[in-house]
């Protein structure tokens, strides 16, 4: 399956690999860093462009602005 999807360098040994960590339980050090890089990744979601949008009387203005066409 790993062949299939562009990995031809993984092997059965590599796969079991993996399972296994995943049952492992975390160390302080490697839950410190998971933390500070989720920390990292929220603080550039946060650096998002704010959404622009028109207040009331601008909307007001536009719509009053159409209507005398």
């Not at 603080?43 to 028109?54: F, H, M, S, T």
């Amino acid at each position: 399956m790993c062949h299939r999807a562009g990995f031809n360098e993984v092997d059965d040994h590599d796969v079991q690999d993996l399972l296994e960590s995943h049952a492992e339980a975390l160390s302080n050090d490697e839950l410190i860093e998971l933390d500070k890089a989720s920390q990292e990744a929220e603080k550039e979601g946060d650096e998002e462009e704010p959404v622009r949008g028109l207040d009331i009387k601008t909307l007001r203005e536009c719509l009053g602005g159409i209507e005398k066409l």
